[in-house]
């Protein structure tokens, strides 16, 4: 059964240092991952997603992720973090035989210190 | 081209009380999705549709309904209305399938039932 885990419900870093979002997952088959980003009140957005090819994936704002099979993990970053930043990320789980289900993490919440 | 759209954006309902989340797109999208967001928790499918008169159980059906008359409606119907169901409805949207396409989201509905 596949499962999604972030190992942080909340993560502060100041203004222009480095973010890290750590998300492990556990899939029986081929997966495809994905991280979607929902800033306050708004609906969610796809940062960047992961399907077999490149095994660093960028997405938008600068944020890329790392798909390690051996670690079974996913982790979010960003070189500096941006005030904008400050939002809940997602990091979802779709094995490729489940066209219509996805697995969502929890959630971690980014806060941004000026 | 407003994308995914939904209304209402809060509700209150008594325990019992009916009422219908409205969702609409524009983007020709033959895949429509319902989710809801507990705190703390990930999004869980309720119900998805691959197209106009198709729908199917996600998740967590129990105590919904949907119908799609149309590929740009995609109501989500609450019969009896009860204390479990108070939560964030989101409504989402693809092109293709879910590895092949993200979705786009409205920005959600906020309902307590008491």
């Known amino acids: 059964a596949q499962s999604v885990t972030q190992l942080d419900s909340h993560v502060s870093v100041s203004e222009g240092t480095p973010v890290l979002l750590r998300c492990n997952y556990s899939s029986s088959y081929s997966p495809s991952l994905f991280w979607y980003v929902q800033h306050p009140n708004k609906g969610l957005q796809l940062l960047l997603k992961y399907t077999s090819a490149a095994t660093l994936v960028k997405g938008i704002n600068g944020f890329e992720a790392e798909f390690k099979k051996s670690e079974t993990s996913f982790h979010l970053t960003k070189p500096s973090a941006h005030m904008s930043d400050a939002a809940e990320y997602f990091c979802?789980?779709?094995?490729?035989?489940?066209?219509?289900?996805?697995?969502w993490g929890a959630g971690t919440k980014l806060i941004i210190k000026p | 081209n407003a994308g995914v759209t939904q209304t209402p954006k809060f509700r209150i309902l008594k325990i019992g009380q009916s009422m219908t989340l409205q969702c609409t797109q524009d983007?020709?999208?033959?895949?429509m999705y319902w989710y809801r967001q507990d705190p703390g928790m990930g999004l869980k499918l309720i119900y998805y549709s691959v197209g106009a008169g198709i729908t199917d159980k996600g998740e967590v059906p129990n105590g919904y309904n949907v119908s799609r008359s149309t590929t740009e409606d995609f109501p989500l119907r609450l019969e009896l209305a009860a204390p479990s169901q108070t939560s964030v409805y989101f409504c989402a949207s693809s092109h293709d399938t879910l590895n092949n396409s993200p979705l786009h989201f409205g920005n959600g509905t906020r309902l307590t039932v008491t």
């Open positions: 979802v789980v779709s094995e490729r035989r489940s066209n219509y289900q996805l697995i």
């Open positions: 983007m020709n999208h033959n895949y």
